[in-house]
């Protein structure tokens, strides 16, 4: 047995469990972070929509009978939200089309607006 503790294969197998040891904190303090990341681009959408609703949408509604946005002035307030949103998050120092992917932000925004709806029915 003592020509087990002279070998260097303790060595290496101990270097190996400290490895991976390392290995799986770094992982945790990743994935730690990037949920952290994700949900701080996440609200920057929802203040995106808020801002555009605020500033765009409400007057629009009020402006209309039946209070409904026509399917381009829909797409032009999306729009302005994506964008709206990736400003407040570029000021918060979040790349949010890099962080939830760029082609899935007007799905975001489709449905923050939704829950935003939902809210207030």
Do not use: C, H
């Amino acid at each position: 047995m003592d020509w087990l503790l002279d070998t260097p294969l303790l060595e290496v197998v101990a270097a190996i469990a400290g490895l991976v040891w390392s290995a799986l904190r770094v992982y945790s303090k990743l994935d730690e972070w990037t949920s952290e990341k994700t949900q701080r681009a996440l609200l920057s959408l929802e203040a995106g929509v808020a801002t555009i609703y605020e500033s765009y949408v409400r007057d629009i509604k009020k402006a209309r009978a039946d209070g409904k946005l026509t399917k381009e002035e829909r797409e032009e307030a999306r729009r302005k939200a994506v964008n709206e949103g990736i400003r407040i998050g570029w000021m918060l120092g979040i790349d949010v089309a890099k962080t939830l992917g760029a082609d899935l932000l007007p799905m975001f925004v489709d449905k923050i607006a939704q829950r935003r709806k939902e809210g207030n029915a």
